[in-house]
C-alpha cells in the first residue's frame, strides 16, 4: 500500500501523486508523447507503480536503486525510453515535477 511505501522508505508523498497512484499505479503507456504546449513534447515509456509485477517499473526497485544517488527530496516517478527518470522534487506542502530527463542515474 502507499502508506506501507511511505513508511519504509520515510517518505511523505503528496496527495494529488498518492491519488495518481490509488486510480492508475503506474503502468505504460499507448502514446509515448505527452504535450505541455505545441513546443514541449516528451516522451514517457512508463510511469513507476508500488508493487508492480514488471520489476522495470516498480516503484520500490527503482527508488531503492537511486535512494543513494538522488538528493532527498527528489523522487522517480516515470521513465523514458532510453533508461532516464523524470522525478518529482518534494517541497513542503507543495510538489513539483522535473520533466527534464536525468541522464544516467540507473
Not at 516503484?59 to 535512494?67: A, D, G, K, R, W
Amino acid at each position: 500500500s502507499i502508506t506501507e511505501f511511505e513508511l519504509e522508505y520515510d517518505i511523505d508523498l503528496p496527495s494529488i501523486y498518492k491519488e495518481f497512484l490509488k486510480e492508475q499505479n503506474g503502468g505504460t503507456l499507448d502514446d509515448l508523447y505527452i504535450y505541455l504546449n505545441k513546443e514541449d513534447e516528451y516522451v514517457v515509456e512508463s510511469f513507476l507503480g508500488i508493487k508492480n509485477d514488471l520489476e522495470y517499473i516498480d516503484l520500490s526497485e527503482n527508488y531503492m536503486n537511486l535512494q543513494k544517488r538522488l538528493p532527498k527530496s527528489y523522487f522517480p516517478i516515470a521513465i523514458d525510453g532510453g533508461g532516464n527518470y523524470y522525478l518529482l522534487k518534494l517541497v513542503t506542502n507543495k510538489a513539483y515535477i522535473t520533466l527534464k530527463p536525468c541522464q544516467n542515474w540507473r
